[in-house]
C-alpha cells in the first residue's frame, strides 16, 4: 500500500531555532499534501494545503511566515518552524493525497513531535 | 456548524465483545467520502474504513463495519470481536466535493476507545 515518509519522529531543540519537518509519499506521487497540527488530546487541524509547484494555502489563523510549507516535488513537502518558541510544541503530521482516485484515503506520515524549550 | 460530531469522548469495552463508535456529519454536497482512523498512542493514523456517499452496501473491513444511514447523516464504526490492540482514539472524517485524494479531510473531536481485558 501507499507509503508516506517523514522525518525526523521527535525534535527537542531551544528558542528561536528554525526546525523543517520533510513529508515523502515513497511510492506514488502526491499532487496534494496536507499538513496537521494536533495538541494532546485533540483532534488534528488543519494547517495548510500545499499542491506541487504553487504556494501552499493556509487555514485561518496559521502564520504564514511562521509555518513555511514547500512543495517542490510530487513526492516531497517540507514544513519548516521558523523561529520556534515553546508555543509552536506540538505533534505535526502529514497526509498525502492524489487527485482523480476516488475511493483512495489520504496516506498519513507517522508524524513529529517537536518540543521547543 | 461542526461538519464531523462525534459524541462519545471515551468508552469502555469488554475484549470479544462489540462496540459501537458514533460519527454524524453535516454536509450539503451530495458527492463526499467518510473515513475512519485509528490513532494509537505512537501516533501514527492508520485508516480503517471508508464509504462512498453514492455505495449502495454498508462498508465493510475485516472486523470494522461501517453502518451509513445517510438520510440521518450517520457513519457509525463497527468493531466486532474487541482486541486489547483496538484500544486507540479513533477519528471519523469527511472529504467533500468531487471525491478524490486530493480534497481535504474535516476531522471530528475523536473517540478514544478503551478495552478492558
Known amino acids: 500500500g501507499a507509503v508516506v515518509s517523514q522525518h525526523p519522529s521527535w525534535v527537542i531543540c531551544k528558542s528561536g531555532t528554525s526546525v523543517k519537518i520533510e513529508c515523502r509519499s515513497l511510492?506514488?506521487?502526491?499532487?496534494?499534501m496536507f499538513w496537521y497540527r494536533q495538541f494532546p488530546k485533540q483532534s488534528l487541524m488543519l494547517m495548510a494545503t500545499?499542491?506541487?509547484?504553487?504556494?501552499?494555502?493556509?487555514e485561518q489563523g496559521v502564520e504564514k511566515d511562521k509555518f513555511l510549507i514547500n512543495h517542490a516535488s510530487l513526492t516531497l513537502s517540507t514544513l519548516t518552524v521558523t523561529s520556534a518558541h515553546p508555543e509552536d510544541s506540538s505533534f505535526y503530521i502529514c497526509?498525502?493525497?492524489?487527485?482523480?482516485?476516488?475511493?483512495?484515503?489520504?496516506?498519513f506520515g507517522d508524524g513529529t513531535r517537536l518540543s521547543i524549550l | 456548524a461542526q461538519k464531523i460530531t462525534q459524541t462519545q469522548p471515551g468508552m469502555f469495552v469488554q475484549e470479544k465483545e462489540a462496540v459501537t463508535l458514533d460519527c454524524t456529519y453535516d454536509?450539503?454536497?451530495?458527492?463526499?467520502?467518510l473515513f475512519w482512523y485509528k490513532q494509537p498512542s505512537s501516533g501514527e493514523m492508520i485508516f480503517l474504513i471508508y464509504?462512498?456517499?453514492?455505495?449502495?452496501q454498508n462498508a465493510t473491513e475485516g472486523r470494522y463495519s461501517l453502518n451509513f444511514q445517510k438520510a440521518r447523516k450517520s457513519a457509525n464504526l463497527v468493531i466486532s470481536a474487541s482486541q486489547l490492540g483496538d484500544s486507540a482514539m479513533y477519528f471519523c472524517?469527511?472529504?467533500?466535493?468531487?471525491?478524490?485524494?486530493?480534497?481535504?479531510?474535516?476531522f471530528g473531536g475523536g473517540t478514544r476507545l478503551m478495552v478492558k481485558p
Open positions: 497526509s498525502a493525497g492524489t487527485t482523480g482516485y476516488s475511493n483512495q484515503p489520504q496516506h
Open positions: 454536509t450539503s454536497d451530495p458527492s463526499y467520502g
Open positions: 500545499s499542491n506541487e509547484g504553487s504556494k501552499a494555502t493556509y
Open positions: 511510492d506514488f506521487q502526491a499532487t496534494t
Open positions: 472524517a469527511m472529504r467533500e466535493g468531487m471525491d478524490n485524494a486530493g480534497n481535504m479531510l474535516t
Open positions: 464509504q462512498g456517499s453514492y455505495d449502495q
